[in-house]
């Protein structure tokens, strides 16, 4: 079993920054794909990016490209989301998840576990 903890969210200005971490335990990731999705109220859950536990590789929506990145530090069992340029677009509670797959999949069903999520809030 993977327990996955979310850390990081909380309030920022439009333009700030903020680091969403994603603690998991439980269990060695070493075939398995991290990602980050959100959900705005009254929304679907979308996709925000992924990473390979093992290769580090990633893949990021388009819509986050160049304000947004994953990373993932195996030694602390710790993945990441730096959030960049932050729009009140952005505000949506934001989950960790992990999957049992080498590959990078953008849809929810291609995730097993899930964090209860941390809220992001973007506001003046």
């Known amino acids: 079993q993977v327990q996955l903890v979310e850390s990081g969210g909380g309030l920022v200005q439009p333009g700030g920054s903020l680091r969403l971490s994603c603690a998991l335990s439980g269990r060695t990731l070493s075939s398995y794909v991290m990602g980050w999705f959100r959900q705005a109220p009254g929304k679907e859950r979308e996709f925000v990016a992924a990473?390979?536990?093992?290769?580090?590789?990633?893949y990021d929506a388009d819509s986050m490209k160049g304000r947004f990145t994953i990373s993932r530090d195996n030694a602390k069992n710790t993945m990441y989301l730096q959030m960049n340029s932050l729009k009140p677009e952005d505000t949506a509670i934001h989950y960790c998840?992990?999957?049992?797959?080498?590959?990078?999949?953008?849809?929810?069903?291609?995730?097993?576990?899930w964090g209860q999520g941390t809220q992001v809030t973007v506001s003046s």
């Open positions: 998840a992990a999957g049992p797959t080498p590959m990078l999949p953008v849809i929810t069903t291609g995730y097993r576990y």
């Open positions: 990473i390979s536990w093992s290769f580090g590789t990633t």
